[in-house]
């Protein structure tokens, strides 16, 4: 069996659950005893080991006074000052599962007794029971076979470095360089610690001004099932940072990448999606990179899983290499959805939030990714012809063409089928309605299974997909751009999905305790929480005319919820920019560092010694040059408030559009699973309709249509964090 790698998680999460005794004696300082864990929660420690702080013991008697037990053994000799002379650090390890007791004497008094709550490397800890079956891919990592039925695997550390010869291509490697060594961005090369040194190794200068070579440590291992890799500046040979030193390399600063997609599980996946996760801008920086497979949604679309992975990953992070000045979340489309949820469900995991043509979250998404293929349907059986102009009115979308090229080619309805799942789940293990009906279902909602439960009718997962009441193509009725004809005739073809998701005539009904569930686990981002005070940086490439499904209105709708829930959203800022705005490089939009923006303000709050509430702090302290903006083409800067349907510059370069649902009459929130239904009433059209077209209306609608004015059936506030399932 692997050994427990180390490090935990920490920062503002790392909680203290200890008894504090009074103190004396000449060995304490002024403070009081107090012991707690630094690299996570106590409650939820994994793999054998955790990082633990002493205050109120004079470093220099530490040696001769103070004694430590782990249940009843001798951890003592663990304990040393940390940075700058304090407080005590030990990193204890030989914890068993379950319940340990932590014990701290000076001068043979107690002072302090902390209890830990261990569980396994291979999880779960708070996520529910795991998937099964699970396909473990460590050899196509490079880290050769799995060791056991929970994937795990060898932990492997290889370097690379940035060479300051001529870029070779990008994907090219050494010959003999593992798979883990694969298609190295260009510029970088495999490093061999033990082969004489390359005579083009680069230097860079970190954010700390500290120049140092450009060679970076590669760790892979696995951690919760999942494949994890730590990247960040290091020569061989010279100490590692840790608790209890700094180097140079390191500028203390943690960055988290997310990737993106949205898949069902069943297999352990790569930490890849699309990118090796070597961030140039980032690594050159000193920040260190960190990235596992499964907070990856392509690999597993399920952010309780991507937060359980997220903490033990920081945790093992924390464990070897010491407590982050910061963490940052960082990354794209399925990518940002695990920031906004985690910030969200489990605070204190990330600091600061850097989403990437973002989406507010998965489940409220899903409704408008499903519709294109009930509207297409719709639109291809229509007696009345349909433009595409009406088509895309009816959408809500720049052009119909985002339905048709792009959601219709991935997830719609893929999203919700059972059988779509991953080409590594052998076919004879997945479901079939008529050969194997308890097969493996790939759909969004079994794949979140331990969240919305089952059925008890279908033994499959609870849904809360609803298109129950909803007036398709409402907004374009009322404007005169489809006639009554055609918007009566569209909503009387819509129908819905059954529960393999194949289209049906009637419509789709939501499962209420499944609604339940989806508000009140966190499953729907209600912009309230800590996701009302955590800063937060959206930064959104205009995509929208392209048919590209990362539509620039999601980031109204994130800031939407936000508003709602606190009265206001400034610690959100979205920066809007061309198609293809890199990061951090070139000129205009290119040359902001999102990261470094974020870090600087979370410094800038970090000093912040006053009692305000963070939200406070947040706003305050927040740079001058982190203010909603967007990038013309030029690279010229314009500063203004992003504001939906607003008359400025930023709206006339990149004007926002909308999904079938707002185009529905919903709000711009999107946060409605199943609205709440009043009767059909023709004084509420803009359009004149005949009385027999109201009749008609109706008997389309008989238990009524959508009042936007009401909260959602179901809706409500998230009751709680830190849910366990």
């Known amino acids: 069996m692997q050994r427990r790698r180390r490090i935990r998680f920490a920062g503002a999460l790392a909680a203290s659950v200890c008894m504090i005794f009074p103190a004396g004696g000449s060995v304490l300082t002024a403070e009081k005893v107090a012991a707690r864990v630094v690299s996570g929660r106590p409650d939820m420690v994994t793999g054998g080991d955790a990082l633990v702080e002493i205050t109120g013991v004079a ?4 040696s001769s006074a103070l004694s430590v037990t782990l249940n009843g053994r001798d951890v003592t000799s663990a304990f040393r000052a940390g940075p700058a002379g304090g407080p005590l650090f030990g990193r204890i390890d030989g914890l068993a599962i379950g319940r340990n007791t932590v014990e701290v004497r000076v001068g043979g008094k107690r002072q302090a007794r902390l209890e830990l709550t261990n569980y396994p490397l291979a999880g779960p800890v708070f996520s529910g029971p795991h998937q099964v079956p699970f396909i473990c891919q460590t050899e196509a990592a490079g880290l050769g076979p799995a060791l056991d039925a929970d994937c795990t695997a060898r932990t492997a550390v290889t370097y690379i470095y940035k060479s300051t010869a001529p870029s070779p291509a990008l994907g090219t490697r050494g010959a003999n360089a593992p798979p883990a060594q694969a298609a190295l961005p260009a510029g970088f090369k495999p490093f061999d610690p033990s082969a004489p040194r390359p005579a083009d190794i680069a230097r860079t200068t970190t954010t700390e001004g500290h120049t140092v070579d450009y060679i970076v440590r590669r760790e892979r291992g696995t951690i919760n099932r999942a494949i994890y890799e730590i990247m960040l500046l290091h020569v061989p040979g010279q100490p590692l940072p840790d608790p209890w030193t700094k180097t140079p390399g390191w500028n203390g600063r943690l960055v988290y990448l997310f990737g993106g997609g949205c ?15 070597i961030n140039d801008i980032q690594l050159s920086a000193g920040y260190a990179s960190t990235a596992s497979s499964l907070n990856v949604f392509g690999n597993t679309c399920d952010d309780v899983i991507s937060a359980e992975t997220l903490m033990m990953v920081k945790e093992h992070f924390i464990e070897q290499f010491g407590v982050p000045v910061h963490t940052i979340g960082t990354g794209g489309s399925g990518g940002s959805i695990q920031q906004h949820l985690i910030a969200q469900n489990y605070p204190g995991l990330l600091d600061g939030l850097t989403p990437i043509i973002s989406y507010p979250d998965i489940v409220t998404t899903v409704s408008d990714i499903v519709d294109c293929s009930l509207l297409a349907r719709a639109f291809d059986g229509a007696t009345h012809a349909w433009t595409d102009a009406q088509r895309t009115a009816v959408s809500g979308f720049a052009t119909w063409r985002t339905c048709t090229d792009s959601w219709m080619g991935y997830f719609s309805p893929n999203v919700i089928r059972p059988t779509a799942c991953s080409s590594t789940i052998p076919k004879s293990q997945v479901y079939d309605p008529a050969t194997n009906p308890t097969g493996v279902r790939c759909g969004i909602h079994d ?51 059954d529960v393999d998701g194949n289209i049906i005539p009637a419509r789709t009904t939501a499962d209420p305790v499944a609604l339940r569930l989806a508000y009140e686990t966190g499953r729907v981002n209600s912009g309230a929480g800590s996701l009302g005070s955590i800063p937060i940086i959206d930064w959104r490439p205009y995509v929208d005319a392209a048919a590209d499904i990362h539509d620039s209105f999601r980031s109204f709708a994130t800031r939407a919820r936000l508003v709602a829930a606190n009265g206001g959203a400034d610690n959100h800022v979205i920066f809007r920019m061309p198609s293809g705005g890199g990061l951090g490089v070139g000129a205009g939009a290119r040359s902001v560092n999102p990261i470094q923006l974020m870090d600087s303000w979370l410094d800038r709050i970090a000093i912040d010694r006053s009692n305000e509430p963070l939200a406070v702090k947040a706003v305050r302290n927040k740079p001058s040059e982190v203010a909603d903006a967007c990038w013309t083409e030029a690279g010229e800067r314009i500063v203004e408030p992003a504001v939906y349907g607003g008359a400025g510059r930023c709206n006339q370069l990149y004007p926002p559009y909308a999904d079938p649902r707002i185009a529905a009459g919903g709000p711009l929130a999107d946060d409605i699973l199943k609205c709440a239904l009043r009767p059909v009433d023709a004084r509420d ?11 008609r209306l ?27 399932y």
């Open 447 to 497: 794949n979140e299974v331990n969240v919305y439960g089952r059925d008890p009718k279908t033994g499959f997962a609870r849904r809360p997909l609803d298109n129950v009441g909803v007036q398709y193509g409402l907004l374009a009725f009322n404007a005169g751009q489809v006639t009554a004809e055609q918007f009566l005739e569209l909503n009387a073809l819509i129908g819905g999905y």
């Open 698 to 724: 109706k008997a389309v609608f008989p238990l009524g249509v959508c009042d936007y004015s009401r909260p959602g059936v179901g809706q409500r506030p998230v009751n709680g964090t830190w849910k366990k």
């Open 685 to 695: 059209y803009k359009q004149p309709l005949t009385p027999d077209q109201v009749a």
């Open 59 to 62: 470093p220099a008697a530490a």
């Open 263 to 277: 898949n069902a599980g069943y297999h352990q996946g790569g930490t890849e999606s699309g990118n090796d996760g």
